[in-house]
């Protein structure tokens, strides 16, 4: 079964930037649309980005300009590049497939923006 694992969070300024990985482990994304999603504490998860096989994307109109989508041409790699961070992007950034699937939530990684 394919596991899905995030990393490249961490803590940055304002204005900062960075830049998020999905690695698909014992597997690939295959022809799945795949998808960025955060969760703040208390909140429900949000859908922040989605790339599909074919190169279309979608982005969450608060970070339309800032954040860009990509996948690798490999299927098992995706990633989140973040710049212009602000406090409001700070949360816990998952990957799964879009519509997203139980099974393929993983421990995500905390992305917070602070002076």
């Known amino acids: 079964q394919v596991q899905l694992v995030e990393s490249g969070g961490g803590l940055v300024q304002p204005g900062g930037s960075l830049r998020l990985s999905c690695v698909a482990s014992?597997?690939?994304?295959?022809?799945?649309?795949m998808g960025w999603y955060r969760q703040a504490p208390g909140n429900k998860r949000e859908l922040v980005s989605s790339?599909?096989?074919?190169?279309?994307?979608y982005y969450l109109h608060s970070v339309k300009g800032r954040f860009t989508i990509s996948r690798d041409n490999d299927g098992n790699t995706m990633y989140l590049q973040m710049n212009n961070l602000k406090p409001e992007d700070t949360n816990v950034y998952y990957c799964?497939?879009?519509?997203?699937?139980?099974?393929?939530w993983g421990q995500g990684t905390q992305v917070t923006v602070s002076s």
């Open positions: 790339i599909g096989r074919d190169g279309s994307t």
């Open positions: 014992r597997g690939s994304f295959g022809f799945y649309r």
């Open positions: 799964n497939r879009v519509p997203d699937e139980d099974e393929y």
